[in-house]
């Protein structure tokens, strides 16, 4: 059949997270790894046999020779985040579906443009949050749907933070204003926000705080910053990120009737199975010395880890354009946009006195 | 031996809570169920026989009346936080102790003439703050002191809610501004700053900022808010608290090293026995895909219930004062007054535009 004919799919750059993503392509039943590309051929060749690239995958010294490439037909794009704009409309022109690493731009308006090149060209746009392609996520989702048992949202806390050691915060990317120039808030407080958009349907808030006292390195990148977002109907979601703590990874989704929890949102603790907690209509003994009802605690089986699902989907939207003249989907790059659009108010409000931003759609 | 005698405690109204803590002072070893006074003879007589007082207690119909008992050496106040200044400073007039349901004053101006009149009469206060009394409570601050598994202190997180019902809403003391006017902030919220503070040993912080979008009902008493902390040295904490979403009861706090995650930290799931979560220098394998270290569980045993153990601390100061001369114990009131201090600054800076409030302490 023509459709398990797999998607021939070039890595562009050797980025930490372009290990993961090429173990996932490996895996993903209808994608191959086809070729790497870094601004040094030696690093290209390195990663290739490092990762166990296929032997017929090719090796390019340059971005612009994959993306030359007519044998290619997408690309994963882990480059630094300032350098995406560039890389991405370039590759959209090349007529390269992408897979671009989160955050897809350093603001929405660079977003827009990078998007405009994508469907200009006829091809796929998609970022790279894994967490949103788990089992677990569709379970999750049923439950917050569910108005028997979740009632109506409320309220929503997310914490994602991690430890950066001394060599991190002198010399990763993700500290550096001219390549992951967003800091936390562009690596853990993405997810942290993709998560609260998840659980509010996708319906942009209508205003966004920054919580006080971010602390930003010297060459002023963020490295803790928290948000409260508000929405028309009372519904608040709270996040915070840092690079400054000890790893933790809460998303709590409070309803009227339940509540959902769960402590490795972003990166389940095993890659065959995920769990979370729900705790519905809850009840104390008469003293209220004792619960009568207990947090349940559900396990998703999953065959394929979630990174291997999430380039499963994109190279089925890719086959689907490629050999069924099918539309670029705009299902998942409006997810991407509006969590870029809340990004870039949390920088708004935090430039502004800690001012609520009014979020436009 | 003289301190096997009982410390004889009346109790002040029949609100809800008194139920529990009547139970609480049945079960303390070192304290006797003496007397209960309520505005209604009959009513005080029903909450007797209801909670199984001893044949030998007695009920009075006043509160005035059960003051002036020689033979009660110490209250319980359950009283709305309003009527707390009255009542608290006759009770120390009258020389008897006093254990105050929290929040103990509606403002910390008020507290302090409620401590004026202890100190000035030779007698203890304690606020109702049962957790603090749980071994499980004192095994999580090992955690937190041991600066090789939890590093330095961070962010703090806590969120405490239940959903109220419209009875609830309509008529519960907690919504009324002449009874327990600081509604949510001062019941849930009231547990929220007092375990922030619990984390932080108590250190107050440098300013509190409430967050936007807090929910008054009609007669302007708080449904639901949150606040950030904030230290010089950088230490954060959040907080949201509300009668308007599923019951949730979360406290996370997150060192350099070590992160305690807990969710029902206020009143454990079990009464003999209670858990809590520790993860320590958690580390993922080599592409991130799975965690290498989990979250442990411990789980601590108690043969007296939380509330027992705060009356049996009560009981203790009180018979040390009475028996051996002591003087009133002045670090629980410290504790309970900080806590007050926080909860007087969110309600300043939510009357202040949401502005920080710096806290002199």
Redesign the interface.
């Known amino acids: 059949m023509a459709d398990v004919i797999p998607i021939r799919i070039g890595v562009l750059g050797c980025a930490e997270i372009a ?2 993503v090429s ?1 996932a392509i490996q895996l993903a039943p209808n994608a191959t790894l086809s070729a790497i590309a870094s601004r040094s051929l030696d690093k290209a060749a390195a990663f290739a046999r490092a990762n166990r690239f296929p032997p017929d995958a090719k090796v390019y010294g340059s971005y612009e020779a994959l993306l030359e490439d007519p044998d290619i037909d997408a690309v994963h794009m882990p480059l630094p985040t300032s350098l995406h704009l560039r890389w991405a409309v370039l590759a959209a022109q090349k007529k390269k579906h992408l897979l671009v690493e989160k955050p897809p731009a350093m603001n929405v308006a660079e977003f827009d443009k990078i998007v405009e090149a994508c469907w200009d060209n006829g091809v796929q746009i998609m970022d790279g949050t894994m967490w949103l392609h788990h089992p677990r996520t569709h379970k999750m989702k049923e439950f917050l749907n569910d108005t028997e048992r979740f ?1 109506k949202p ?2 929503v ?1 997310s ?1 994602f ?1 991690l ?1 950066a050691d001394s060599d991190f915060l002198k010399n990763d990317i993700r500290v550096k204003p001219d390549l992951d120039g967003l800091g936390t808030l562009g690596d853990l407080g993405w997810y942290c926000i993709n998560a609260i958009l998840w659980a509010a349907d996708y319906e942009l808030p209508e ?1 966004v ?1 920054a ?3 971010p ?1 930003h390195n010297d060459a002023g990148v963020l490295l ?1 910053c ?1 948000a ?1 977002l ?1 929405w028309r109907d ?1 519904r ?1 979601a ?1 996040f ?1 990120t ?1 690079f ?5 990874m ?1 998303l ?1 989704v ?6 959902l ?1 769960l ?2 949102f972003n ?1 389940p ?3 065959d199975q995920a769990s979370f907690t729900t ?4 009840k ?1 003994n008469d ?5 009568l009802s ?2 349940i605690e559900h396990t998703i089986e999953t065959a394929l ?1 979630q ?1 291997t699902l999430m380039v499963e989907e994109f190279a089925r939207l890719v086959a689907g354009i490629k050999r069924n003249g099918s539309k670029p989907d705009k299902t998942w790059p409006a997810i991407s946009r509006k969590t870029q659009l809340v990004l870039d108010a949390v920088i708004a409000s935090i430039e502004n006195g ?1 001012e ?1 931003i009014e979020i436009l759609g």
């Open positions: 290990r993961k173990r009632g409320a309220l806390n914490c933070t430890l205003t705080a919580l006080r006292a602390v803790s928290g409260s508000h009372g608040i709270n915070h840092s400054l703590s000890n790893l933790t809460n709590t409070t309803g009227t009737k339940g509540t929890h402590t490795d990166i603790q095993r890659e705790l519905v209509n809850p104390y003293l209220r010395t004792t619960w207990l947090p880890p990174e800690f609520p």
